[in-house]
């Protein structure tokens, strides 16, 4: 193959804490809707945040597990956004002095048989920041429906350099992102309900060329092998396109895993 893949990705993690990151209001996934709320989540006219001590504790503990360096300082910015699935109407995330900063991550790639051991690379962190997460909406016909146990429980947004060079590299950090999570009992990771959510950035190039490709985001790939199919299967309409001699636009597309396929979103 003349053309080489340039992947980095962002994962959503769901911290794995007794409360939500500014109340005492617990999260559990599977609850019946709008229970596991409270005035703080629910954006009341004066209510004050709270920090999490144990969710600034586990964020750290990411970056230690890691390598990354966790700065003495660090600090919340507030991103405004109109939509139901957030009541007051802005997010608390971090934006330039995020809790974790660099590190690196080692995965092994499958090597010839069960008993050969396959390559080792590392994939650099460039960041891991904590946010709140947001409601759930379900859209049925002409209405919709809003669920905000989820709102307000702390996520760790962890990004990638874009160091991963195929669907098989992107699968093996997430295993092994999942496994380190899981055993330090810093989160569950399943993706099933949301506990680990990750999006693709993905570009293809000429072998050799020093420049990156136009990058397409690729959000909804809700299962582990749901990121490996969508990856492999947006690197061969990336080649094909460039192949017919098209010029790729920077787009953000969702990847349909009932058909197989990827539709452009924005
Ligand atoms: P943006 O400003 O669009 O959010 P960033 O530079 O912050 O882009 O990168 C977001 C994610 O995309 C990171 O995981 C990064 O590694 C990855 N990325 C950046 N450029 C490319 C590219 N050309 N191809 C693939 N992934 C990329
Ligand atoms: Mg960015």
């Known amino acids: 193959m003349k053309y080489e893949a340039v992947i980095g990705l962002e994962v959503h993690v769901q911290l794995k804490t007794c409360t939500k990151m500014f109340t005492r209001a617990p999260y559990r ?3 019946e809707p709008n229970t596991l ?11 004050l945040p709270v920090m999490n001590h144990e969710a600034i504790e586990k964020s750290i503990c990411v970056g230690l597990m890691f390598g990354s360096h966790v700065p003495e300082l660090t600090k919340w910015d507030r991103k405004h956004y109109f939509y139901p699935d957030m ?12 809790i974790c900063q660099g590190g690196e991550g080692e995965i092994e790639l499958p090597g010839e048989s069960r008993n050969v051991m396959g390559e080792h690379k ?5 960041r891991a920041h904590l946010e709140e997460d947001v409601g759930k909406l379900t859209h049925e016909g002409n209405f919709s429906l809003v669920d905000y146990n989820r709102a ?3 996520l760790l947004e962890i990004v990638t350099e874009p160091d991963i060079r195929s669907s098989e590299e992107a699968f093996a950090f997430l295993t092994s992102l999942r496994t380190h999570l899981i055993y330090a009992g810093l989160a569950e ?5 949301g506990g ?20 397409i985001v690729l959000k909804n790939l809700n299962t582990i092998s749901g990121v490996r199919n969508g990856i492999e299967y947006e690197i061969k309409r990336q080649v094909k396109a460039l192949e017919a001699g098209e010029t790729l636009v920077k787009e953000t ?3 349909d895993a009932e058909r197989g396929v990827a539709h452009s979103m924005r």
């Open 29 to 31: 996934y599977g609850e």
């Open 37 to 47: 709320t409270d005035p703080v989540v629910l954006g009341m006219p004066g209510t």
């Open 87 to 98: 009541p007051k109407n802005y997010q608390i995330s971090q934006y330039d002095e995020p």
């Open 122 to 126: 590392n994939i650099r962190l460039t």
């Open 152 to 154: 307000g429980a702390p």
């Open 189 to 193: 990771c399943d993706m099933e309900k």
């Open 196 to 215: 680990m959510r990750c999006d693709a950035n993905v570009s293809v190039r000429l072998k050799g060329a020093s420049e990156f490709g136009t990058k």
């Open 253 to 255: 597309r969702r990847w």
